[in-house]
């Protein structure tokens, strides 16, 4: 089974989990900005990686465009997050990511990160700034969980990369490869 392992990282928490994944697959991982969509046709597993942000895997519309000319490719995305998993918070990843159609193509995986807002550059650490203050101008009890543990991440920076988390998606990778 030809499998590519591609990734877009801003902290690195995504880029460790992508060498660790390659470790375990015994493959070399990609940034995505180096990999050209039309090679995505030479692969039967491509799996794709990526920080969420505001909900939103990022990288992910680029490799959306391929995906209905590929037919005969399957697909995983692990979304890189600062928060705890839970099956709510994957639900709302996976509701805003995903449409109807690329839930039967595409496996998602959450992987818990971290956050550092110091660790980001340029656009990023603005963003980050601007999602904080609309944090902290929403009332205390209208705040979602998620949000909770954000603004506790803005001022406490937390690094939840374990690469025990890779276990599940390492699993079900051995698992198509034996089938």
Same mark, same amino acid.
């Given at each position: 089974?030809?499998?590519?392992?591609?990734?877009?990282?801003?902290?690195?928490?995504?880029?460790?989990?992508?060498?660790?994944?390659?470790?375990?697959?015994?493959?070399?991982?990609?940034?995505?900005?180096?990999?050209?969509? !039309? #090679?995505?046709? %030479?692969?039967?597993? *491509?799996?794709?990686?990526?920080?969420?942000?505001?909900? +939103?895997? $990022?990288? @992910?519309?680029?490799?959306?465009?391929?995906?209905?000319?590929?037919?005969?490719?399957?697909?995983?995305?692990?979304?890189?997050?600062?928060?705890?998993? !839970? #099956?709510?918070? %994957?639900?709302?990843? *996976?509701?805003?990511?995903?449409?109807?159609?690329?839930? +039967?193509? $595409?496996? @998602?995986?959450?992987?818990?990160?971290?956050?550092?807002?110091?660790?980001?550059?340029?656009?990023?650490?603005?963003?980050?700034?601007?999602?904080?203050?609309?944090?902290?101008?929403?009332?205390?009890?209208?705040?979602?969980?998620?949000?909770?543990?954000?603004?506790?991440?803005?001022?406490?920076?937390?690094?939840?990369?374990?690469?025990?988390?890779?276990?599940?998606?390492?699993?079900?990778?051995?698992?198509?490869?034996?089938?």
């Amino acid at each position: 089974m030809k499998i590519l392992i591609w990734y877009t990282s801003w902290t690195k928490h995504t880029e460790i989990y992508a060498e660790w994944l390659g470790k375990e697959l015994k493959r070399t991982p990609v940034k995505a900005k180096e990999i050209q969509l !039309s #090679d995505l046709s %030479n692969y039967d597993l *491509i799996i794709y990686g990526g920080p969420i942000h505001s909900e +939103e895997i $990022v990288g @992910f519309k680029r490799m959306r465009k391929i995906i209905p000319y590929l037919d005969d490719q399957r697909f995983i995305v692990f979304g890189v997050g600062g928060v705890a998993e !839970s #099956d709510h918070y %994957n639900e709302q990843i *996976i509701s805003k990511n995903f449409t109807d159609e690329e839930r +039967e193509r $595409v496996n @998602f995986f959450y992987l818990r990160g971290g956050f550092d807002p110091e660790r980001l550059e340029g656009i990023h650490k603005l963003q980050v700034r601007y999602f904080k203050f609309r944090l902290n101008r929403k009332k205390r009890e209208s705040l979602t969980e998620a949000e909770k543990n954000l603004l506790h991440a803005f001022e406490h920076p937390d690094n939840y990369v374990e690469k025990e988390n890779l276990e599940t998606l390492v699993n079900y990778v051995t698992a198509l490869k034996n089938q």
